[in-house]
């Protein structure tokens, strides 16, 4: 392509081999090639960056040859409405603190989709069996699996990529057991924005509080991995508090948890 001439671009190639694209912007142009068989046949010369990619170029070539101001259209990034946004690199939905690698990406405010990852969460497991638990005490332990759609599971297994799916409930478990992994608890206090002081002379107490879905009976509750108490629906427990980093964790009913960061500081 003409080097004055800023191209981003992407190249695809679909699984059997069944079509290749190649998608880019320029100057003030979109351009998608996409090249395959409409009856679906496979051909293994469908590969985005050796079929689509010298169309996606030769058209490109093609335009700016005819369009010599084209090179002076190219945009600059800091006039654009973007922002760059932390997002998990896995699934490209926005960072949670249960994400293992974060990276940041372009984001078009009031037009981009805004949808926290729910790929990768904390399971509470039986330290006994590591199968997962439905009752929670000093026994539970918290371990990150990832919770694929079956699709996108068959397409790794078939790539021979390994995923931490996560294993089975323990047999004590009733097989009623509610294994809906929507509508977590949501930590209400304490909250992470804030730092909680602990007075040396005196006790501090802070309240420990969650919303939880309409389908949970009674919540669990975990400082780091040592189980500190459980409480019934809208009705909080409270912790001595001691100056330290924490990880608080609730757990409802139905093994589902979420989990806050704890920052409590010494004061006279």
Known sequence: ANPSIKVAWKTGTSSGYRDAWSVGVFGPYVLAVWIGDFSGKSNPSFVGAQSAAPLFFAIINAISSQQKTLASLN??????????????DASGL?????CPQVISTWFIPGKSPIKSDNIYREVAIDKKTQLRACHFDQNTEFKLY????????????????QRQIPPAFN????????VDETNPPKI???QASLIYAARLKQTTKILFYA????????VYWFLDNRFIGESAVNQPISWVAKPGKYRVRVVDDQGRVDT?????EAVL
């Open 75 to 88: 945009y600059d990034l800091k006039k654009l409405n973007l922002t760059k946004v932390k997002v998990c």
């Open 94 to 98: 926005l960072a949670t603190r249960s």
């Open 146 to 161: 990832e919770f694929w759609p079956s699709d996108l599971l068959k397409l790794f297994a078939q790539a021979g990529v």
């Open 171 to 178: 047999a004590e478990c009733s097989r009623l057991h509610h």
């Open 188 to 190: 209400i206090s304490p």
């Open 211 to 218: 919303s939880v879905s309409a389908d949970t009976k009674k």
């Open 260 to 264: 806050q960061d704890l920052i409590v």
